[in-house]
């Protein structure tokens, strides 16, 4: 399989209607080529109808000389997209692009995706925002989804919230000496960093499972959340970190 028919195939898998991760043109997913230049969902394909066709090759190097321009216009973006492309063939890349850029540069990264799950975005719509998934309810979503998240305030999807996560990104590695594996955008949605597509896969359907435990711990009186010392002892666990190593290998 190829690169862009797995990538297709990730897509399709994000985009199924039963899923509720999202629907009709929402959300988007690329994946690294390794020659300086990566596949990103097309502007204005939907996920779950997803084939090769749908998806564009676009340079980091380019994408880079946009991020540092100041001052860039809504016209220069739009026009900025289209020159991104390593492909003038292919379609207009999503507004997205510059994000999947930056978070496909992570170590270890090589394959991204964003959805606006409803179960998530519930939470990251309320008054609420990112600040539940900040402390774990269970230890499966620490040993997916990494026992920090890297939550990001409400900005306009583009350049601007790219430049925002770039900060962001920068700082959580600062701090934690390796990238998130789940960025919150507030009234937004989450991206899942992964090493494979069926790691992003796995990280988005616990993300989604960890949003429905706490929708439902807040309406049964309030989460209990796991004291950080043993949040902590689930993260650095031998027997932990080999069943992260399986899921992994297997992804």
Known sequence: MTTAEELAQLSRELGREDRHLAILGEGNTAAD?????????????????????????????KV???????????QEIEDGLVACLADPTHKKPSVETFLHSLCLREPGVKWTGHTHTTSVLAILASKQGAEPFLRHVCPDAIVVCGRHVLPVPYINPGLDLALAVREGLAKFRAEHGKPPKVILMKNHGPVALGSSSKEVLNIMLMLDKWARVLL????????????????????????????????????
Do not use: C, Q, W
């Open 64 to 74: 880079d000389e946009l991020l540092d321009r100041p001052n860039v216009t809504e």
């Open 216 to 251: 439902g711990a807040f309406a049964a009186g309030g989460p209990n959340f796991l004291p950080e010392e043993d949040a902590a002892k689930i993260d650095n666990r031998l027997d932990e970190a080999y069943r992260r190593k399986m899921i992994e290998a297997k992804a």
């Open 33 to 61: 080529l390794g020659d300086g230049t990566f596949l990103v969902k097309a502007s204005g394909t939907s996920l779950g109808t997803m084939t090769p066709d749908g998806l564009s090759r676009v340079s980091h190097a």
